[in-house]
């Protein structure tokens, strides 16, 4: 429910988004559309947020990748996600206004680092 709220916000502001039901997924989504940003739940199937954002983080080809963490955002969570190299914290719930501003100052972020044309984010959890 909150991917699919996510990705129409995302969409109505222009951006395109794709989607992965876990962490492993979203591992193999990332290789294939080369997104601009990545949001991840900390709680997911297979593989959870933090240790996608890590594994993400370890790869030459993601180490850079815009990244952001929207979750219940516990001290934890956010202590795990500096940690794993986590760009942002977004807490649940949130204002779809705040999800538009983090996504598009990382994807601004993204471009400043030469990452892509088009924004694109990619949703998992």
Do not use: W
Not at 27 to 36: A, I, K, N, S, T
Not at 51 to 73: E, F, G, K, N, Q
């Amino acid at each position: 429910m909150i991917r699919q709220l996510i990705r129409v916000n995302l969409e109505l502001e222009g951006f395109e988004v794709v989607t992965a039901a876990d962490g492993a997924e979203c591992l193999e989504v990332v290789h294939q559309v080369r997104p601009d940003v990545v949001t991840l739940d900390v709680v997911m199937p297979r593989l959870d947020g933090i240790r996608t954002a890590a594994r993400l983080r370890a790869d030459a080809r993601t180490r850079d990748l815009p990244l952001a963490i929207i979750s219940a955002c516990t001290q934890y969570e956010v202590d795990a996600g500096v940690d794993a190299g986590v760009d942002a914290f977004l807490s649940k719930p949130f204002e779809p206004a705040e999800l538009v501003s983090v996504v598009r100052r990382l994807a601004a972020k993204g471009e400043q680092q030469g990452s892509g044309s088009a924004p694109r984010a990619e949703r998992a959890g």
